[in-house]
């Protein structure tokens, strides 16, 4: 063990079985997440997929503490802050300059947490959209705003608790259907994708880097101060959300849509809510509630494919 | 007293001043935010990995068998003892060792 100054060496041993994503580590240690981050879980598995030749625009979420104070950075590739409402804007602005200097390998990716993807940064990013620019944004989706203390966002789910929605029954209002928004956009790229399926995620990273014009992937990332559970049981949740149906993995291109995870036999979405502090009020109406309408949106994708 | 202002070596309107941010956050030793440290119990490693693929540390170890935990870096969240199929891991409270 190397207790102590040590950092770790990015030599890779030759060994018997191969890692599944590729070994190279642009993310650092030492960086300031929360114990069982999955956003820094993504950073890290974005980074193998999109490789060195990236810079990332980084609008107000968690990501802009914990990639560290000037002048020390938790990524190996530039990163520019950007105010909260202009990520997308700020990153097709990016994009120009690099074309103007004769860059025209560079990706430019946008990274943004829900609510600056979901509510604040929702016109800069459905216009660069709209113009097809040639970038792609990332929204981690913690599903409230956990950097400024678990305040209720457009990507927070129905009657979860919140220090904006507190008591017994939350907020009325179902999480936003972004998705669904961006999709109408009519973009060459999308795709959702979840810590639990690196492999998954890392592939999308390296093809939407392949693709032209506007890519947007949505992931959603586990959040233990936010969603009070332990932060041994990220990947967990991650993997629930999933094997529940409550979140699908898949990717549109070019207008058709492709589960990336199939789920042929759904597990009861009451396995996922149950080890959440946030859903602790939930009585056994509210999660027949969440499983009717986990049930009807597969319903309503059987129906689009036949 | 006077005291001259310092002069710039470059035009700041055709060179502006930014900060460039050429350090590295792993002089930011996390290590002390641990509370469980994981312990590999190597009879029963298989070296699948998922523990070096799920460190959201980044701080395990691709070693020839057996993983090698960065104890300097790991905040101690667990993931990887969670995730281990062979249950190869196990967590030690801090204060006991």
Known sequence: MTEGNGRVPTDIVKRAIKPSVPSSELMTPGHLACQGCAATLSMRYALKGLGSETVLVIPACCWTVLAGPAPRSAVGVPLLHAPFAAAAATACGVKAGLRARGDQTTQVVAWAGDGGTFDIGLQSLSGAAERNEDIIYVCYDNEAYMNTGIQRSGGTPAHAWTMTTPGSSGSDLPKKDLDAILRAHHIPYMATATVAYPEDMVRKFSKARQIKGFRFIHILSPCPPGWKTEPDQTVRLSRLAVQTGLFMVYEVEQGKMRLSVPVPKRKPVGEYLAGQGRFKNFTPADVEAVQKSVDESWARLADEKA | ?97
């Open chain 2, 1 to 97: 007293m006077e005291t001259a202002m310092p002069e710039l070596s470059r035009d700041p309107l055709q060179f502006p001043e930014t900060i460039v941010s050429d350090r590295s956050m792993a002089e930011n030793l996390t290590g002390n935010w641990r509370s469980l440290r994981p312990v590999i119990d190597a009879a029963r490693c298989t070296g699948c990995l998922i523990c070096w693929k799920f460190c959201p540390e980044a701080c395990v170890k691709l070693t020839d068998k057996v993983p090698l935990i960065d104890l300097a870096y790991c905040k101690g969240c667990g993931i990887c003892v969670r995730e281990c199929p062979p249950k190869a891991m196990s967590q030690q409270g801090e204060a006991g060792l």
